[in-house]
């Protein structure tokens, strides 16, 4: 059974810094896309970041490029997202999914949509980050 599940999330202060992970269970990353998303209340889910397990690509969000960083821990199976220079933009529901077929959508090198929703078959159940003084 493919199961995610997300931990990481706390309350923060500006400027702060959080390390979300994302576990896998009932397949290896190795051929699947992971990426992350929010959910702030009242608004759409945005992708934040993705990584191709396949060739190690990476995707960012321009709103968080430089402040974030996504890797993956083949050994612990885990997908890690971490978050610098936090801002109280930042606050939302964080929630990592899984591509097993990220191949059906690569053009030219380029996983072209690493920050949507429909290429992903999987999610957690999401882990709750706030930015606030």
């Known amino acids: 059974q493919v199961q995610l599940v997300e931990s990481g999330g706390d309350l923060v202060q500006p400027g702060g810094s959080l390390n979300l992970s994302c576990a896998a269970s009932?397949?290896?990353?190795?051929?699947?896309?992971i990426g992350w998303f929010r959910q702030a209340p009242g608004k759409e889910r945005e992708g934040v970041s993705a990584?191709?397990?396949?060739?190690?690509?990476?995707y960012y969000a321009d709103s968080v490029k430089g402040r974030f960083t996504i890797s993956t821990d083949n050994a612990k199976n885990t997908v890690y997202l971490q978050m610098h220079a936090l801002k109280p933009a930042d606050t939302a529901v964080y929630y990592c999914a899984a591509d097993s077929k990220p191949y059906l959508y690569y053009i030219g090198g380029v996983y072209g949509p690493a920050l949507e929703d429909y290429p992903y078959d999987y999610w957690g159940q999401g882990t709750q980050v706030t930015v606030s003084s």
């Open positions: 990584i191709v397990n396949t060739d190690g690509s990476t």
């Open positions: 009932g397949f290896t990353l190795n051929d699947f896309a």
